[in-house]
RNA sequence: GCGCCCGUAGCUCAGCCGGAUAGAGCAGCGGACUUCUAAUCCGCAGGUCGCAGGUUCGAAUCCUGCCGGGCGCGCCA
């Protein structure tokens, strides 16, 4: 039970009555007024603007309005106390027993403790990291990675459908830059006389050293005496499937995995792009026109010239923007444009994208293409992921690929972990840049916000371990602690840790309503706070340990609330994709 | 020039679709350990929420205009 939900309830009852009693019509029902714990804990256990809102449309004043309702609330049983405060804020204390109660069903619910129907099983689609087949992912797509893959998991535990979607850019003049990279590197293995140095242009990266090797073992001496036109084919095929090999085993060092794989390759030969811009075309959203250069930046190369322009600008986009090249094949945009229409015939009424911020210019046009495309019918969200600033005791690492001094996200993997790694990338909101420090990421203190959240749930096992022993033979599993006599947890700082505990499904709905996955990681530190300070009240007073040698009862009682925060961390935890320890040694 | 993002305590940042006296951590100061791991906790101090208007019962939050910073700006993906 959503305790907060269960209150919006009985306020739109309380509401009804209200109006009633006034001799008043009802007003319409809706999610606009907040139930909520309010930020003052003086202000009681749960608040409500309620009065506020409606105060207009019930042609009362706010406060007479509150009162009234005040007064329908006071009547039900699991209402303590109800009191009208401020301009009309209608304050709230519930019976104890109501908390306590949540005790019970965190034990019963283990880690899906928080699991909503708010999504209503409907298909969401998130296409995240798609890094370029060109070489191992750097530590920005790791951010990306991270807050996608985190994203999809909280969007599924709040009961929506969710496929995690990888976009392969293996078109373009890029993938060919890539296959004459390995060509290069497949012949300086083969003689490294005659080959001669990489050219400036081509990528440096020693991966494709290796990757040549493999394909002298693969394909022996084939292409290296034969054209470019016989050998492109094949050798960037070899290439993109080495690359595309690279990355999944970066992404599967961070343990993610994508459910699809969708290839532009395969889109633009299949007639899909084709397909898309007729849909547009009939809509007359195509034309022939020639662009406006930009304005306030020299650009000596601008030369004015007719193309096959898209109407983005009808979907509020700045300008209209152009879907061919000039040697006739098709732009990225085009291209992506067609891939989104995809994604939204194969059922998918939601498509989320995570980009990188040099993305950013970009969010305008596919949000005016997925509206033309989808005729409004697709909900479109771009969340672009800023910067990692890299850095190690508080100097920035300082990178060049030329230098050799690139620092992979599979280097900082292998230095700090995957759980340190996913846990970091959440600790801002993904539009704010985000200072990534090596040192102090493994930290082990409170300025480390993963080992504290970490040592909270170690700490929570600790004490069970330590009932085991002192109890001996007592059963402390979930189901047994579910049947603990809760009501010997009276006082204030457990009640308002219990209280916190209860908000853990709101905290999942906000979160993903506002796809915003850096809140779990927020509601997690808050949670280990209150943890950590009721931990320590065991230290200042023997009475107030979890396990109290002379009152098996109490012990019980008190396991129970130290499993639930272990349940609820471990379930945040499991949405950001990090395991939860059980000890720190 | 245009567009988007950002500007909150000395520092790094939260602030849930407008809510009550703006929060946390670090740094500073003062306390609590023969530990269920004190790797923690408690307290104190610290703010014209960039500036100026507007919207309203109420603005850090929404709107407008400035100031300051970042990113982007036809055929690269």
Known sequence: MNVFEAMRERIEDSLSVAMRDAGRASVADGADFSVE????????????????????????KPRDLAERVADALAAHEDVLDVSVAGPGFINLRLRGEIWRARLGDILAAGTSYGDSD???????????????????????????????????????????AVTREYYVNDAGAQVDVLARSLYHRYCQ???????????????????LVEAGRALLDRDGLKWFFSGEDEWMPPVRDFAIDAMMDLIRDDLAALGISHDVFSSERELAVSGAVEEALSDLQDRNLLYEGVLEPPKGRADEDWEPRPQTLFRSTAFGDDTDRAIRKSDGSWTYFATDMAYHRDKF??????????????????????????DA?????AAFDVLICNLVNLSEAGRPVKMSKRAGTFVTLRDVVDRVGKDVVRFIMLTRGNEASLDFDLAQAVEQSKDNPIFYVQYAHARACSALRNAAETFPGEDFSDSALGEAPFD???????????????G?????????EAAEPHRIAYALSDIAAAFHALWNRGNVDDDRRFVVADDLALSRARLALVRASALVIASGLDVMGVAPVEEMR
């Open 37 to 60: 714990p309010p930020r003052d804990p003086r202000h009681g256990e749960v608040s409500s603007n309620v009065a506020l809102v409606r105060a207009k449309a019930a042609g009362m």
């Open 118 to 160: 708010l999504g209503e099983g409907k298909k969401v689609n998130v296409e995240y990291v798609s890094a370029n087949p060109t070489g191992p992912m750097h530590v920005g797509h790791g951010r990306g990675a991270v807050v996608g893959d985190a994203l999809a998991s909280l969007l599924a535990k709040a009961g929506y």
């Open 189 to 207: 293995v083969i003689d490294k006389e005659t080959t001669g140095e990489l050219p400036d242009d081509y990528y440096p990266g020693e991966y």
């Open 345 to 370: 015939r194969r059922g998918f009424p939601i498509l989320i994208d995570v980009w990188g911020a040099d993305h950013k210019g970009y969010v305008k046009r596919m949000q005016a293409a997925v």
């Open 373 to 377: 495309l989808s005729g409004g019918g």
């Open 488 to 502: 010997r947890l009276d006082e204030d700082e457990e009640l308002s840790l219990i209280r916190m505990l209860a």
């Open 504 to 512: 853990w499904p709101r905290t999942v709905e906000a979160a993903a």
